[in-house]
């Protein structure tokens, strides 16, 4: 929403801003599941934890050194 927020105030009166607008019409007008409303899901932008190389590498090692641990 800080990215939102920052684009509409560089371009009040562009697309990112329309879009808005049109979500929080549909909002006050009990909507909440309409599609304008859906990119601005917490869901929507939250990024989903996924690890990357070293943290896979990570999580190998690990498991690596429970199993010489266990024999």
Known sequence: ???VAITIKEDPTGPEAVRFAN???A???????????LPYLPTRQIK??????????AYRDAVWDAMVEAG
Not at 31 to 37: D, F, G
Not at 48 to 57: A, L
């Open 48 to 57: 989903t934890f996924h690890p990357r190389s070293p943290g896979i590498s």
């Open 27 to 37: 909002i006050a007008s009990g909507n909440v599941s309409s599609q304008e409303v």
């Open 23 to 25: 979500a929080n019409v």
């Open 1 to 3: 929403m800080c990215e």
